[in-house]
């Protein structure tokens, strides 16, 4: 029996199972590199063979089974929650029904319903979010704000940096607000990415604050997540003075 270059008889290696996508005439080679990365992702397929919106869903997986976030009853914020994988992982742990919805999601993009959600279609910079997200949640105290919220890159490292960093303050002083003693909150960051002015205000708020990036967060990503646990339950506003 003829045997393949890679070793075996006639066996593939891994390298030889990797999808290869064409450059299209109207693709730019950056979308072509994102979909053969997407194509051959297994998280993706996993996301899709398992029901989930995304492969994100992954990710507070992971960090909910690390650092256990998400409990039965909890009453959880989701940020930025397009296209809503985190919010199905959030309900399922929380056991949010539509007869008792404990799970809140907004953002400015169209999504499809998740059951066990209420999602807000609405920018969650503008000024009436925070009180239509409370109103939605009935009023009650939230147990962990969850963002996975990025503003679009502009290619201008020192302005990425500055939105990224202020994009987590919004959502770090919203959580501040909202979050009953003892809750939780978790955001998306990037290397060099949070200040330490923000991460001193946040340990004054916290029992506990860290820094944490999944497995399915990919390895050469600069993404990583924040996280405070044990809220004081002071509700100080984080980026306001005394």
């Known amino acids: 029996m003829a045997k393949s270059p890679g070793g075996g008889a006639g066996r593939q290696s891994i ?3 990797k999808v ?7 693709r730019k080679h950056s979308s072509t590199i994102w979909l053969e990365r997407q194509l051959n992702d297994p998280y993706v397929a996993r996301a899709k063979a398992e029901g989930y919106k995304s492969r994100a869903a992954f990710k507070l997986i992971e960090l909910n089974e690390k650092h256990h976030l998400l409990h039965p009853g909890n009453r959880v914020i ?12 959030a309900a399922r742990e929380t056991g949010s029904r539509e007869s008792n919805p404990l799970v809140v999601g907004i953002d400015y993009i169209d999504m499809d319903p998740v059951p066990g ?10 000024e009436s979010a925070p009180a ?8 009650h105290k939230a147990d962990l704000v969850m963002s996975d919220m990025a503003w679009p890159t502009t290619g201008h490292r020192p302005t990425d940096h500055l939105r990224i960093v202020s994009l987590v303050e919004i959502a ?3 959580a501040v607000q909202v979050l009953a003693p003892g809750g939780s909150f978790i955001a998306k960051v990037f290397q060099g990415g ?25 390895k050469d990503s600069a993404e990583t997540y924040l996280v405070a646990k044990g809220f004081r339950g002071d509700n100080r506003v984080i980026g ?3």
Do not use: C, Y
């Open 117 to 126: 959600v209420i999602l807000l279609k609405q920018d969650f910079t503008e």
């Open 15 to 17: 390298h030889d199972l």
């Open 172 to 174: 770090a002083d919203f």
């Open 132 to 139: 239509n997200l409370i109103a939605a949640l009935g009023g």
């Open 194 to 218: 949070t200040e330490h002015e923000l991460l001193a205000m946040l340990k004054r708020s916290f029992a506990t604050t860290f820094h944490a990036k999944p497995p399915s967060s990919r």
């Open 20 to 26: 290869r996508v064409k450059t299209a005439r109207n």
């Open 78 to 89: 989701d940020l930025g929650a397009a296209p809503g994988g985190w919010s199905q992982v």
């Open 240 to 242: 306001g003075g005394d």
